[in-house]
């Protein structure tokens, strides 16, 4: 029998990576939800029928049970998940189906987290902050770690050029991660760190070479120290190109009055800006996305430093491979994880590599 995969929010850029990634590497039917009609009708008509279209609004707590009860796997990608509840997950976890998602915020991951016990019981594999950072950087960092008799230091960098080809939706989780400080574990202490703060000249692969990254506030911060407990400090920070998209950024954090930051308003009105700004530069700048991962630690006696890297074209493309690589070794039955985990957590590394290859992602590894 086919296999049954729900999208929710597969009409945006992520999801639409999601949809594709799946439809090129299972025989899966992909059903995408979204508000309109029209976009429905065109997907219908570009995908041979493995995807097709449910209209669907996530406050339609009765059709979404069934969409979800008729369904193997449900990836959620209708974000920004700052203001998301649980519900799609605690939905799968009652229905028995088997969950991912694209989130990638500090109070919707914790929220999510309080499940897993739930999900074990069920017998269901909750898998959450899937895509490229988080997601395919979680198992870059898992793959350092494994290389250490112990792992003392993390250090997670990310660069998007210009809308990384993304919606909009994209531009308001930025601007939604500058509104408060976080914490961030620090040399075996949490400590209160400020978004986009601390800029950081880090040497990335070509075409990036040495490019800015500033403090931002991700999953990765509380999860790896959990996933990795030896692990004293982890450090994750973010950068654009071009680099005055990162000056304009640091404005908004440090200049802006935080009260404005802190209204829904004034999120809607620099993300529509931003992208309208994108929309000229993606021209030269192009939309690719790079992740650098390094781990330091102790080895055969010495302190050692091991660092990965990756290079995508296409950032929405990259999340769609993250997340749809785990969707198929869900489907074909290769990962089976009861409970709700981070990637890092949930992933082993050999089935990370192989999916990787079978997608044509290069990560390039190197002891410094």
């Not at 992909?30 to 279209?53: D, K, N, W």
């Not at 040399?187 to 990335?204: A, C, M």
């Not at 009105?269 to 390094?294: C, K, P, Q, W, Y």
């Amino acid at each position: 029998m086919t296999d049954s995969v729900l999208i929710l929010g597969g009409r945006g850029r992520i999801g639409s990576s999601v949809a594709q990634d799946l439809a090129t590497h299972t025989q899966a039917k992909i059903t995408i939800t979204g508000r309109s009609a029209e976009f429905g009708r065109a997907v219908s008509l570009s995908s041979g029928g493995q995807v097709q279209f449910l209209i669907l609004d996530l406050v339609e707590v009765d059709k979404l049970r069934d969409a979800i009860a008729n369904s193997n796997l449900v990836i959620h990608c209708a974000g920004p998940f700052h203001y998301r509840d649980t519900n799609v997950l605690e939905t799968c976890i009652a229905q028995g189906v088997n969950y991912l998602d694209v989130s990638d915020h500090r109070s919707y991951t914790s929220k999510a987290l309080s499940y897993h016990e739930q999900a074990a019981a069920a017998g269901v594999t909750a898998i959450i902050n899937t895509g490229i950072f988080p997601g395919i950087s979680n198992s870059m960092v898992r793959q350092g770690v494994e290389q250490f008799d112990q792992p003392e230091k993390i250090h997670l960098s990310y660069l998007v050029s210009g809308s990384g080809g993304a919606g909009i939706t994209v531009m308001r989780t930025t601007f939604l991660g500058l509104q408060y400080p976080f914490e961030a574990w620090i040399d075996g202490k949490w400590e209160i760190v400020k978004p986009y703060s601390e800029r950081e000249v880090v040497e990335f692969p070509s075409p990036y070479r040495r490019s800015g990254v500033y403090w931002f506030d991700m999953p990765e911060t509380f999860t790896l120290p959990h996933a990795f407990p030896s692990v004293k400090t982890v450090i994750t920070k973010f950068g654009s190109v071009p680099d005055f998209y990162n000056h304009l950024t640091w404005i908004a954090a440090h200049i802006f009055p935080k009260w404005l930051m802190q209204r829904r308003y004034m999120i809607e009105f620099l993300s529509h800006v931003s992208h309208s700004m994108t929309d000229v530069t993606n021209n030269f700048s192009g939309i690719g996305v790079a992740v650098r991962s390094e781990v330091t630690g102790q080895k055969n006696g010495k302190t050692a430093v091991y660092c990965s890297t990756i290079v995508h074209e296409n950032t929405a493309m990259a999340s769609g491979c993250g997340t749809g690589s785990i969707a198929q070794l869900l489907l074909e039955g290769k990962l089976n994880k009861p409970g709700v985990f981070a990637v890092e957590e949930a992933l082993p590394t050999n089935l990370f590599e192989e999916a990787m290859q079978s997608r044509g992602i290069k990560i390039n590894y190197s002891w410094l």
